[in-house]
């Protein structure tokens, strides 16, 4: 639910998670994520990332 949060609150044009790996204890952990902001957001997103 926090990526979901994060893809809408953030203004998110894309997020991608690639690899999901499981861990020995059985937690699944994202290796690597990418986040794409939607250009017309800019200026709210700079609040938060400046």
Do not use: H
């Not at 998110?12 to 690597?32: H, Y």
């Not at 939607?38 to 938060?48: G, M, P, V």
């Amino acid at each position: 639910m926090s990526l979901y949060k994060a893809f809408v609150g953030e203004d998110c044009s894309l997020v991608e998670i690639n690899p999901l790996v499981l861990t020995g204890d059985e937690r699944v952990v994202a290796l690597d994520a990418k986040l794409t902001f939607d250009d017309n957001a800019l200026y709210r997103i700079r609040e938060t990332w400046p």
